[in-house]
Structures are given as structure tokens and as C-alpha cells.
């Protein structure tokens, strides 16, 4: 019976070392593929939101979604489309999980690039990304149907002033706020 128990308690580890592993791996991916894992402080998301004005009915789309913490309170406080985008599929695994949990409907998370995602639909685009992966970016944000707002948390797009309308500035990240 010592015995068992001792292997049930070893196996149990070893499972969680496995689990451990596997999402630090993943969160050395997110890096090298643009963007290390850094969440926005959830002290911030309902000041970013009240400032984006969100109507029923519109398309939220989180770049990096992380957790999918900002898409998420979008649709639950505003009623809106949520799509949620990240290249780490530990962390889409977790934000459908956490969707999934607090009931969530119209919200999808998909693994897939930044690069391959169409932006046409969103009224509203989220990002904290990092400006190196930001600046790839900009041909896309471009082309972008007129009034489509931008939200940048942290870093602001290179070359896109003119269109900046309001800085919520917080420690140690500002949220910069953009209308294409
Ligand atoms: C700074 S975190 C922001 C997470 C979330 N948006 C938040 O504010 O809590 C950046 C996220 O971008 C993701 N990421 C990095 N490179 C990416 C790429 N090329 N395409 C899609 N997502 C990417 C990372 O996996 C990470 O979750």
C-alpha cells in the first residue's frame, strides 16, 4: 500500500514537472516569436476599456491575447465580438478555459500569427506588443478601414502621431490610443 502511494505521489510530480515545463517552453516561443508573456495589469483594463467607448455589437480583436483577459471583460462589460489571437497555444488553451468558465459567449481564441490575421472586421484592435513586432505590423494597421481604433498598451506606433488622440499614462506602461 507504502508502496503504491509512493508511486501514485512520484507520478503526481512528475505530471506537474511535465506541465511545468511544457508552459515554460511555450512562454520561451512567445518570446522568440515576437512578444515575451507579460499580462496587463488587470488594474488597467477598465480604464482601457472606458476610454475605447465600445458599442454593442462591435468586433473587439485582442493581438497576443495572452490570458485573454482584455477581450474577455470587453465582451462580458460591453456585449461585443470578441477574437482573441496568440501564437502560444498554452495560452489560447487557457483563455478558452477561462471563457469557457465565466459563460462567455461570442468569443473565439485562435492560435495563430499576428501576421496571418485578418484585421478588416475589428472595429477595436488591442495590443501589447513589443515594438520591434509592432513596427512589422504597420503596413497592416495601414490598411485599415478609416475609424478603426488601435489601442497600443505600453509602446506607441512609430510614424502614426497624427492619428494618436489620447495617452492614458499609468507606471509603467501608457496605453496609447489611435483612430486609422
Ligand atoms: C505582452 S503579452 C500581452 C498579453 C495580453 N495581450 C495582455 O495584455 O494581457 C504579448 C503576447 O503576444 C503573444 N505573441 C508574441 N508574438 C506573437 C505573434 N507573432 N503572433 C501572435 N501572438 C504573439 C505572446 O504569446 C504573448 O501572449
Known amino acids: ?9 512520484l507520478f503526481v510530480e512528475l505530471v506537474i514537472l511535465i506541465l511545468v515545463a511544457v508552459y515554460g517552453v511555450t512562454l520561451l516561443f512567445s ?10 495589469s488587470k488594474k488597467r483594463i477598465d480604464e482601457i476599456l472606458k476610454e475605447a467607448r465600445l458599442k454593442k455589437g462591435q468586433t473587439f480583436l485582442e493581438l497576443g491575447s495572452g490570458d485573454g483577459r482584455i477581450v474577455r471583460n470587453a465582451v462580458k462589460q460591453y456585449n461585443v465580438s470578441g477574437i482573441g489571437i496568440d501564437i502560444n497555444p498554452t495560452l489560447t488553451f487557457i483563455a478558452r478555459l477561462y471563457a469557457k468558465k465565466e459563460k462567455l459567449k461570442n468569443i473565439i481564441f485562435k492560435t495563430q500569427s499576428v501576421f496571418d490575421t485578418d484585421l478588416a472586421k475589428a472595429h477595436v484592435i488591442y495590443l501589447f506588443l513589443m515594438p520591434q513586432l509592432i513596427v512589422k505590423l504597420l503596413p497592416k494597421f495601414s490598411q485599415l478601414p478609416a475609424n478603426t481604433l488601435l489601442i497600443s498598451h505600453g509602446f506607441k506606433l512609430e510614424g502614426w502621431d497624427k492619428k494618436l488622440y489620447k495617452v492614458v499614462k499609468t507606471e509603467p506602461f501608457s496605453t496609447f490610443f489611435y483612430r486609422a
Not at 500500500?1 to 505521489?9: A, G, P, S, V
Not at 518570446?31 to 496587463?40: D, E, I, L, R
Open 31 to 40: 518570446s522568440a516569436m515576437g512578444a515575451p508573456y507579460v499580462p496587463t
Open 1 to 9: 500500500m507504502t508502496m503504491i502511494l509512493y508511486f501514485l505521489i
